[in-house]
């Protein structure tokens, strides 16, 4: 597990803002170059490991990353945008607090997901693929759950719960999620996407963008989650780059882009690559049926896709994004509608994270009064609030699992309460 990088003075403006400012130079050592080469997703997760839903000629494959035996089990959803890399160092902060596991998936779309009906981002089609990768992973048996999620993530966790889908799930942790003000931002999210840059000529240059934009504050956690959100694309003449080592999915799941979801639950798919996990992943039989080289970013990817401002000739990479959120703008409005509501209607315990008090609607307002739920305001950090405050989030997450009896703290860290208060 990685530590936080040393050596990293902070600098403050004294703000009670976010500062983009104090964020690159908060992340800048004096007199020296930053490092912002990508880290490898091994240094925070035992396991990385494709699930496969659906029947052989009908499947979806839905990538995850795990890590720890024992406790409960806290699925991670990721926000709009970004992947489940995004939960790398917070992964490596909560496992050393408490006793629990992680299961951390690639939304549909993100990452190195890759569904049939890419183009399905309905809260219903999304809770669905959560109960699903959990079903091939632990059968109808699962662990003590704890969903939480960050953004539409948490959205989606907020449906799964409304709607009963995990049955075994105990409690429920929103991240920055509030009806109010995400269905006010929802203007702002296609001019952002339209001003930030459409391809890097390396993955460094990508990382580098995230830190000095402000999109992440934290360079470690940057390291590590840009290369979930971008992509290496092979500029070519004839076809689409295939990799031999991708390809069998990939072709796959080209050819089948049609029919319904099935609940039918095949195959998990494991890296060879990846550090074994002691012991069983459930009891039930795992077919390991392909092999995927994470480090290879290499996707199918035509010309057009590569046409941007990056200057590039023929046979040189460019990175893109891996999702254009552009393409799912008419379900944003029903990510967020009426979220407020049923998150206090989830008949469970439940913690609310946020960037900012200002955040609060009404119906959350008038339900924190009413003790319904546990809130917590960190200082202001930005929306990639598990990336940029990841040591804070954690805390707080492992002072809701531990006043619930969710989980046991680690034995390192009884002798200290500075989370349980």
Request: hydrophobic fraction near 35%; include cysteine; charge should be negative.
């Amino acid at each position: 597990m990685s530590a936080s990088s040393p050596g990293i003075p902070v600098y403050s403006c004294q703000k009670d803002t976010f500062c983009v400012y104090c964020v690159y130079m908060s992340n800048s050592e004096v007199g020296g170059d930053l490092d912002y080469s990508p880290v490898s997703w091994r240094e925070y997760f035992d396991q990385m490991q494709d699930v496969s839903v659906g029947p052989p000629d009908n499947m979806d494959v839905y990538r995850i990353y795990r890590a720890g035996h024992d406790g409960p089990l806290l699925v991670l959803l990721h926000g709009g945008g970004h992947s489940s890399l995004s939960w790398a160092v917070f992964t490596s902060a909560i496992t050393s607090r408490v006793t629990c596991r992680i299961l951390a998936m690639d939304l549909r779309g993100h990452g190195d997901t890759l569904v049939r009906q890419s183009g399905d981002f309905s809260t219903h089609t999304m809770s669905s693929d959560v109960a699903n990768v959990i079903g091939a992973c632990y059968g109808e048996t699962p662990p003590p759950i704890v969903l939480i999620g960050h953004g539409v993530g948490g959205a989606i966790a907020v449906h799964t719960v409304n709607h009963m889908l995990l049955p075994t799930t105990v409690g429920l942790v929103a991240i920055d999620v509030v009806e109010g003000s995400a269905t006010e931002a929802l203007h702002s999210i296609q001019n952002f996407h339209k001003e930030r840059p459409k391809s890097f000529k390396s993955m460094d240059d990508a990382i580098e963008w995230s830190i000095k934009s402000g999109q992440i504050a934290n360079l470690e956690s940057a390291r590590v989650s840009m290369v979930g959100q971008v992509k290496r694309c092979e500029m070519e003449k004839a076809g689409p780059v295939t990799d031999p080592v991708t390809d069998p999915v990939t072709d796959v799941l080209t050819n089948v882009m049609t029919g319904p979801v099935t609940d039918a639950v095949i195959d998990v798919v494991t890296n060879v690559m990846t550090d074994p996990v002691t012991g069983p992943v459930t009891d039930a039989a795992i077919d390991v049926v392909v092999e995927r080289d994470e480090e290879s970013c290499d996707q199918s990817c035509d010309k057009k896709s590569g046409a941007t401002e990056v200057s590039v000739s023929e046979g040189q990479s460019v990175y893109t994004w891996r999702i254009d959120l552009s393409k799912s703008e008419k379900y944003w409005d029903g990510w967020f509608r009426g979220t407020s509501n049923l998150f206090l209607a989830c008949n469970l315990p439940k913690l609310l994270l946020l960037a900012g008090i200002d955040r609060l609607d009404r119906d959350l307002t008038i339900g924190q009064m009413q003790g319904k739920f546990m809130m917590q305001v960190l200082p202001p950090c930005g929306h990639a609030v598990q990336e940029n405050r990841p040591e804070k989030v954690a805390d707080a997450v492992a002072s809701f699992l531990l006043r619930h009896k969710f989980a046991e703290a680690r034995r390192e860290t009884r002798s200290s309460n500075s989370f349980t208060q």
